[in-house]
């Protein structure tokens, strides 16, 4: 690395591996970052922190040096009331790769301050025209990767500010979004990852034509202390020169080397589940589910995951009392004859696992008051949309209480794990926690899934935990992913019923969400669940929809499948539709489960087909699927596994997906 200033001028130059950066050293600001002589970055990119509510922006340059590859800038900061904080800026460059990280230590001696937020801000993100600039945001909850210019086409999703429009991707979920710009050249990509300590709270997407801004945003319950320092974030800056899809696939890699692969002792049945989500009123309850093990088994389901059975409001996901069976549904004699039935037909079961909430009829706020989050008056808090109390997964009597659970529901009620309800997720419907931040509640659920995971597999080797996730870091508690798709295929749906996604543009959205993951990740597809109806009031149905659902169950480890009930229609219903699912189902057999990283999307010169390579236990496959509204003709010279709508050799129908060797 050479490291030159400029004379005369406040200008630190770096030169490491093929990247070239230029800091303004009195302020830190960067004043441009270059890849092999092209421009990522220009126009400052910063850093500013609040501590106690009073925001440090004022610095003093105090020193730079480098170790091999890595730069130290050591700034010191000011508050209004003149107290000072010691800010240390490291830049650790590699091949294709730099890391940025911001420590902070406090100068007064024995001084405890609380670090309230803090944000590493890249503004001036090159894009040049958006005409030639790709941007998405692979991992998110409330919108899909696609182009910033799509984005800013839905005006509801931003807010109007001094930048353009400003995009806030991720919620207050424990998400971990990635920035994704791509030239449509296919020239350069530019991943940008926050590698929080635990997480982030907020990342936003500013953005007006030629100009685009990224900011991370965190709020940590973290003290700083006399001569103590504390590590606040971290940003990487993954650079790709080849397709998207290998840019795609590196960036997903770096989330393995902070410690958010998958579990490495997974149970394989998990990768190759087909689910079917069994609300117990609509099915009438455990005797009668029972008499319909053998139709759900040859439909060509593998298992079964069942809504709660606890008595409570919400469908029960509003509980009373874990110990308790709503005696509408049955007894637990007939819970576990239900499972034992099940697996002797080779049908798995799964149960939901409440973490969140309690319902307002509950009592264990009066017998375990120390299981509830409090307000500053002692107050045990409610949660304003679920109208439950609220749990928290910290407290070590209810930590104790769910894992004996847990294992009491594998082994003594037949359960072969868990689907997890709303995993570590605490969104901007909850209300405000005293002194809690957000990501202290999902980290604190996080460790206590760990905790749960661990006890039921030593009593039940083969026991699963499969989470509703909303990012990458939360791969790491769960065998299968249930990744929170909701509000993504309601948009999906739309946009392909009314012809405005193209099979092309699916195929990038899904292949970026895919391949960013970390690598071995295993995806639950699906396109109904009970929170479909319940978060968008409508049933997505329709051609567009089916067509989804086969190429989402080819795509991922998995797929599920909504039964019915919560004002939704029978699934299946007509018999038309049970011999779909079971050709669906046996193709899916046939091929087998998949990992994120295995899959390869052909870009075709037609915008409307959808072309996906992957392993199978046939060899490789390839899935086509035909999102546009007219017959395309498809060259077949492998042989066909499967086709949805049973399209003649050689002609692809609209919304049709096929499966051939290759």
Known sequence: MLIEQFAGESVLTYFADDFCLQIDR?????????????????????????????KMEQRRFVSSEQVGNCVILLYELTEEDGRTCQARQTLDFSPNRMERGLTLRRDESGSREQLLSVTLMCEGLRAGDQSETLVSMPMTRSQPALPLEMIAGRTAGFEKNG??????????????????????????????????????????????????????????????????????????????????????????????????????????????AIILEIDLTFFGGLQKLITKLDEIRDLGFNTLYLLPWHPGHWNGYGTYRYDQINPSYGTFKDLRHLCDEARQRGLRVLFDLLVNVAGEDSPYPADHPDWFYRDEAGTILRHPTWN????????????????????????????????????????????????????????????????????????????????????????PISDTVAYQWVAWLDWVNESLLSGALSGTSLGRLLGEHFLAMPRDTWLLGYTHTHDTVAFEHRELDGPAVDALLATLTFLCAGTMIFGGGWEMRRRPGSETEVNQ??????????????????????????????????????????????????????????????SRLGSASGQLAPFDTIVVTL
């Open 26 to 54: 009195d302020t830190g600001l960067w004043i441009g970052l270059e890849f092999e002589g092209e421009i990522l970055l220009e126009g400052g990119a910063d850093f500013t922190f609040s501590l106690d509510g009073w």
């Open 163 to 272: 930048t353009g429009y400003a995009f806030d991707p991720t919620g207050l979920d424990i998400s971990l979004a990635v920035a994704m710009l791509a030239r449509k050249d296919g020239s350069l990509h530019l991943g940008i990852l926050p590698i929080p300590n635990e997480c982030p709270v907020k990342v936003r997407l500013h953005g007006k034509a030629g100009r685009l801004f990224l900011s991370h945003e965190f709020a940590c319950e973290s003290w700083l202390e006399g001569g103590v320092p504390l590590k606040a974030v971290r940003q990487v800056f993954q650079i790709s020169r080849q397709d998207w899809q290998t840019a795609a696939r590196a960036v997903g890699d770096c989330w393995l080397d902070y410690n958010y692969q998958p579990p490495k002792n997974r149970s394989t049945w998990a990768k190759e």
């Open 388 to 475: 439950s109390w609220c749990l928290d997964p910290a407290s070590p009597g209810f930590r104790r209480a769910l894992i004996e659970y847990s294992v009491r529901c594998c082994t003594e009620w037949g359960a072969d794990g868990f689907r997890v309800d709303a995993a570590a997720y605490r969104g901007g419907n909850w209300n405000n926690l005293p002194g809690l931040q957000p990501h202290q509640h999902a980290h604190a659920i996080f460790t206590l899934l760990h905790d749960i995971r661990d006890a039921i597999r030593e009593h039940h080797p083969e026991a699963i935990c499969l989470a509703e996730c909303f990012g990458p870091g939360q791969v």
């Open 581 to 642: 699912l079971r050709q669906l189902f046996t193709a899916k057999s046939k091929l087998g489960g998949i990992s994120c990283h295995e899959l390869y999307f052909v870009e075709d010169s037609d915008p409307n087909l959808l072309i996906v390579e992957r392993p199978s236990k046939l060899g490789r496959v390839r899935v086509i699927s035909n999102f546009g509204s007219v017959e395309k003709s498809i060259p077949l010279e492998g042989q066909l596994i499967y």
